[in-house]
């Protein structure tokens, strides 16, 4: 059995045109990281690259499985079963549970690398063995509890923010860190919201507006670093 948080009826199908902004979002930026790969060779650009495109395919699973998802439910309402928010699906359902499967581990995949980026000077092989085994284990777990899974895409972004916050601080603040910083402080709010959808659907909503900022001041910082790169050009 897999457990799952839906949208408010009203907010059904509007996810995801939100989703597809992020993925929108998510491809620019593994375009722009290939760039600079393809100039620099350097690990910190592939870690980028593979992760936000890890990522912008993570959601492409999301929206699959909404796709299966609400059209199941609106089957089943149809019928004058369910008008719940909250859903137990079974497993048995093949394409729904690759798409599950499939956008929860892409997501801490997508994580993990871009951790990475800016904690892999302080991880040895041993700690990284360590680090994909909890993952492999919080991946079991989010079939039984969204909680587990939203908990700990909060924990990597917060990780992450930390050291973004730190960056902006000892580059007196400038206008790129401080947006970059602000994008991802926005997008691990929204991993924090929905956390609680369980209790309080209408986070669900929330949370996806808050996701679509956090997406529109990602877009932001990317066209402030090729402005600011012209200008030293």
Do not use: C
Not at 25 to 32: E, M, Q, R
Not at 90 to 101: E, T, V, Y
């Amino acid at each position: 059995m897999v457990e799952l948080v839906f949208s408010p009826n009203w907010f059904y199908g509007k996810d995801i045109g939100i989703d597809a902004v992020s993925i929108i979002t998510l491809l620019i930026i593994t375009a722009f990281s290939y760039k600079l790969y393809k100039v620099s060779k350097e690990q910190k650009s592939a870690l980028f690259t593979i992760g936000f495109l890890s990522l912008a395919v993570s959601f492409t699973f999301k929206i699959f499985t909404n796709f299966e998802l609400y059209y199941s439910t609106f089957e089943t309402q149809n019928q004058g079963l369910i008008t719940f928010s909250h859903s137990i699906v079974k497993a048995s359902n093949i394409p729904f549970f690759i798409g599950f499967i499939g956008y929860r581990a892409l997501t801490f995949l997508g994580l993990y690398l871009l951790y990475l980026v800016y904690y892999g000077d302080r991880t040895d092989r041993l700690s990284i063995a360590l680090q994909a085994y909890f993952l492999f284990v919080a991946l079991y777990f989010t079939q039984f509890s969204y909680y587990v899974f939203f908990m700990t895409n909060a924990i990597f972004l917060a990780l992450i923010t930390k050291k973004l916050w730190n960056n902006s601080a000892k580059n007196n603040r400038s206008q790129t860190a401080l947006s970059l910083a602000t994008s991802f402080s926005i997008i691990t709010a929204s991993q924090i919201l929905f956390m609680f959808t369980g209790m309080f659907p209408v986070l669900y909503v929330l949370g996806e507006l808050v996701q679509l900022i956090g997406s529109a001041m990602l877009l932001w910082t990317l066209a402030l670093i090729l402005y600011h790169g012209k200008k030293t050009q």
